[in-house]
C-alpha cells in the first residue's frame, strides 16, 4: 500500500506555480486583450476539475507572482516548477500525479482553444509544458 504524505504549504504553492504558470504562458504565446478573459475562463474550467491534493493545492494560498517581463523569464519559472511538482507528486502523493498533468495540459489546451484555435506559438508552449511535466502533447 502506497502511504501519502502530507505536502508542505511550499510544495502546494509549486504545483500551483506550474498549474497558473503553464495557463500564463499559453495565454502570452498569442496575446490580447479579448482572448485574456476567454482563455481565463477556460482555464478556470479545467482546473476545477481537480481532485485530491491537486484541487488543494489550486484552490488555496496565494496566486503565484510570475515575471511579466519577458516569455522567457515566465518559462524560467514556470517549467522548472512544473518538473518540480512532477517530483514533489511522485514522491508524495504518486496517485495525484495523472491528474495534475491531466489538469495542467487540458487547462493549457483549453487556454489555447479559448480565442480562434491553438496557434502555432501556443502548440509549441503546450509542447515545452507537456514535456516539462513528462508526458507528450495530445
Not at 491537486?54 to 516548477?81: F, I, T, Y
Not at 495534475?100 to 503546450?126: K, M
Request: glycine letters at 6%; hydrophobic letters at 50%; a negative charge.
Amino acid at each position: 500500500m502506497i502511504m501519502v504524505q502530507r505536502l508542505t504549504d511550499e510544495e502546494m504553492f509549486t504545483l500551483k506555480t506550474g498549474a497558473f504558470g503553464a495557463v500564463f504562458m499559453v495565454s502570452n504565446a498569442d496575446p490580447g486583450v479579448l482572448a485574456l478573459f476567454r482563455e481565463s475562463f477556460a482555464a478556470s474550467g479545467a482546473m476545477a476539475d481537480a481532485s485530491g491534493v491537486v484541487k488543494a493545492a489550486l484552490s488555496s494560498g496565494p496566486l503565484p507572482k510570475l515575471p511579466r517581463d519577458s516569455a522567457l523569464e515566465v518559462e524560467s519559472v514556470v517549467l522548472p516548477a512544473l518538473r518540480e511538482a512532477i517530483r514533489i507528486l511522485t514522491e508524495k502523493a504518486p496517485e495525484d500525479l495523472p491528474v495534475y498533468r491531466s489538469v495542467v495540459l487540458a487547462a493549457a489546451d483549453r487556454t489555447a482553444r479559448a480565442h480562434n484555435g491553438i496557434s502555432p506559438a501556443e502548440a509549441q508552449v503546450i509542447e515545452r509544458i507537456a514535456d516539462a511535466l513528462g508526458q507528450p502533447a495530445a
